[in-house]
């Protein structure tokens, strides 16, 4: 039964590395995108504009603090709980700046990474509950990261796919 148990563990182990080091998380965030971005290339309906310009704007960074909240959840109990939903959305619909927009895709990639290694690292237990929380384990919140990624990854292929700026 231990050598199964060992199996299981090694491909959770795996497929967690995998769903949250997914390349294509990163490279859908990574488009350079400034303020004026979405004004410039949506000349759709106003539906259409506003749910471009939201996308763009919000949802990276509500990405990258959501990702963040998650792994240092997983890390650490001293983690302070974030306000719901206003700590984990950025207070402007737009990134303030082109560098903001960068600093916030590199500090999002470097979570995605450090979540990989934590979650490929055989001293983290992926099954127990972390004693800091109501029940969650390592390996939840990884599927929550991937899952809340994917989501709004989603969006953002939607909206680059829609303004044809999106290469299949």
């Known amino acids: 039964m231990a050598v199964v148990a060992d199996q299981v ?3 959770f182990r795996g ?14 965030a990574e488009i350079p995108i400034g303020v004026g971005f979405a004004a410039d290339a949506c000349l759709a309906s106003g539906e259409l504009f506003f749910f471009a310009a939201e996308t763009i704007g919000i949802r990276p960074e509500h990405l990258r603090i959501a990702q963040w909240d998650i792994l ?3 890390r650490s109990a001293k983690h302070p709980a974030l306000k ?32 990989a290694k934590l979650i490929a690292d055989k001293k983290s ?3 127990t ?31 680059r796919r829609l303004l044809g700026n999106w290469k299949s």
Request: no cysteine; hydrophobic share 45%.
């Open 9 to 11: 563990e090694l491909a």
């Open 129 to 159: 509950p972390l004693p800091h929380g109501d029940g969650q384990t390592l390996l939840r919140e990884a599927l929550l990261l991937a899952d809340h990624n994917a989501y709004h990854v989603g969006q953002l292929v939607l909206v």
């Open 72 to 74: 240092e959840f997983s």
């Open 125 to 127: 237990d992926l099954f």
């Open 15 to 28: 497929a967690g590395s995998e769903i949250t080091g997914y390349e294509d998380v990163a490279l859908a």
């Open 84 to 115: 719901w939903p206003d700590d984990y959305w950025p207070k402007t619909d737009v990134p303030p700046s082109p560098a903001a927009w960068t600093n916030s895709v590199r500090k999002f990639r470097a979570d995605l990474k450090a979540m």
